[in-house]
């Protein structure tokens, strides 16, 4: 008996017809809610924005197997979805190899090119725009909120690079990255990867973050990021709990204090949550080729991953209302 519906049909020809439909252009135009659900992106109309920004920067060839607009697809379903190679391959009608090499040449450009999405607010429009909690608390010169966020990875075979990114805490090789977001709930810095043995300060006072601070600036931060110094030498200040040890109990301005910062830190933290909500690869264990830099490359793909996934979450609503 025939049939309408074309995932139904049972030759080899018609079912990579049919999967082909799905993902194609049409497969996605005025549906909002199937972009979102594959990209990580709030509509289709942001998504053609986006690939038309990118494909200029793609070469192809006739030898392509998928159009420009299909491999495209195939990297937002492996950053929102966390997809296997081996799924993308099945799901597009190319080898897994392919769909590999597909992935790793675009990363790189997909970073470069939306990296301008990460940007370090103008201090007069920060302050404009300030949420009242952060005036009522902290006046209106809070320039930025950090942290650190995890990723998993598989085991090096590297004796060093075993070591410097094991975590007794975790019990897993580990990647962390700092980000910091505005107090508007806007990614404004995301950190290159570095092995979990390296410390929230290390690695605060060498990411680069700290160049951007302009004289009176406000850091929010946790207890681990005790930067004052190198955030005082740029003439900004640094706001953290105040610490317990050695102390019978806090006084009652650096409890309230305490207070304020956990009531405005908490956003940092849904912010991090958001973006490995949107995009799962995040919360894999990523291959040891996502964190190995190609031979006269400064970064590695992990690096390129985090960057587009930041960027791509800032073209969302902030969770932070």
Not at 273 to 296: C, D, H, N, Y
Request: hydrophobic residues 40%; proline residues 5%; contains cysteine.
């Amino acid at each position: 008996m025939g049939t309408s519906n074309p995932l139904l049909l049972s030759s080899t020809t018609g079912q990579k017809t049919a999967l082909q439909l799905q993902i194609s252009r049409n497969g996605f135009k005025d549906n909002d809610q199937k972009t979102k659900f594959y990209s990580g992106l709030p509509s289709y109309l942001m998504l053609i924005h986006v690939f038309n920004l990118l494909t200029p920067k793609i070469s192809t060839t006739p030898m392509n197997a998928l159009c420009q607009f299909q491999e495209f697809l195939l990297v937002l379903m492996r950053l929102k979805l966390n997809l296997p190679f081996q799924d993308l391959a099945y799901r597009f009608g190319v080898s897994a190899s392919s769909a590999t090499r597909i992935f790793y040449r675009w990363i790189p450009i997909m970073s470069e090119r939306l990296d301008f999405l990460i940007k370090w607010p103008d201090g007069e429009n920060l302050r404009k725009t300030m949420p009242l909690v952060f005036k009522q608390n902290f006046g209106n010169k809070v320039a930025v909120i950090i942290d650190c966020f995890e990723v998993f990875i598989d085991r090096p075979s590297s004796l060093i690079a075993r070591a410097m990114t094991w975590s007794n805490y975790k019990h897993h090789n580990i990647v962390k990255f700092l980000i910091g977001i505005t107090p508007q709930g806007v990614i404004s810095f995301i950190s290159k990867a570095w092995g979990s043995r390296v410390s929230d300060k290390y690695l605060t006072e060498n990411s680069g973050i700290l160049k951007n601070l302009l004289p009176g600036d406000i850091v929010l931060a946790d207890r681990g990021f005790d930067v004052a110094d190198s955030v005082g030498f740029h003439g900004a200040r640094l706001y953290i709990p105040a610490f317990t040890k050695g102390k019978k109990q806090l006084s009652a301005l650096e409890v309230e204090q305490t207070r304020k910062l956990a009531n405005v830190r908490i956003r940092v933290e849904r912010v991090i949550g958001l973006v490995r909500r949107k995009f799962t690869i995040l919360q894999s264990t990523l291959p040891i080729e996502s964190i190995t830099a190609k031979q006269g490359e400064p970064l590695a793909p992990i690096d390129h991953i985090a960057t587009v996934c930041c960027a791509l979450t800032n073209l969302s609503d902030s969770i932070v209302s």
